[in-house]
């Protein structure tokens, strides 16, 4: 069964851009969350989507926001990019919302300069 | 009450010895705690997890001590080796269905 995928895998953009990140979870998982990873603050929780609809948000400025196609493959978008926004973005699948196992993709390194 | 405390925060053991990794937390609406390997630039990857219904689970060398009155629990890795050198994450969900993780600790063994 083929993992999570991430796409890009690497991504440069300057201050003030915008970007989307892409993630396909694993054939029939359902849920997908996304994580912020940097060395300062590890690994903080973005969001989770599932069956379409976000479930769970965390304490991100609105800048941040991301949907879930009918396939389940989700996208996430971080408009006015700030230098502080660079990290590892990663995406996380699970068969459903709670306290499934949960698998992560290899993430999006985003560069903010 | 949100926080998972992860402790210690770098940890070097010789090839063969036991790496014992520890975590804290305080709300007990968590009811699943799974850990997390994670070498560079790789996403990190489930290794086991307990529920408080029991205090121990076995995964070939990776065991989770559980103790539910202390809301602590532990990642034992037996027989450690230099593979083995990576960051490991704890992580707690419940309640509301968010993982938190722990700050993470990173694993040196020494061959």
Known sequence: K????????YLIKTRGQQVTLSCSPISGHRSVSWYQQTPGQGLQFLFEYFSETQRNKGNFPGRFSGRQ???SRSEM???TLELGDSALYLCA????????????????????? | QQQVKQSPQSLIVQKGG????????ENTAFDYFPWYQQF???????????RPDVSEK?????????????????????????????TYFCAAMGGTYKYIFG?????????
């Open chain 1, 2 to 9: 083929a993992g999570v995928t991430q796409t890009p895998r």
């Open chain 1, 69 to 71: 196609f009918s396939n």
């Open chain 1, 77 to 79: 978008n971080v408009s």
């Open chain 1, 93 to 113: 699948s699970s068969f459903a919302p709670g306290p499934y196992e949960q698998y992560f993709g290899p993430g999006t390194r985003l560069t903010v300069t």
């Open chain 2, 18 to 25: 036991i790496s014992i990794i520890n975590c804290a937390y």
């Open chain 2, 40 to 50: 560079p630039g790789k996403g990190p990857a489930l290794l086991i997890a307990i």
């Open chain 2, 58 to 86: 076995k995964e070939g060398r990776f065991t989770i001590s559980f103790n539910k009155s202390a809301k602590q629990f532990s990642l034992h890795i037996m027989d450690s080796q230099p593979g083995d050198s990576a």
């Open chain 2, 103 to 111: 700050t993470g600790t990173r694993l040196k063994v020494l061959a």
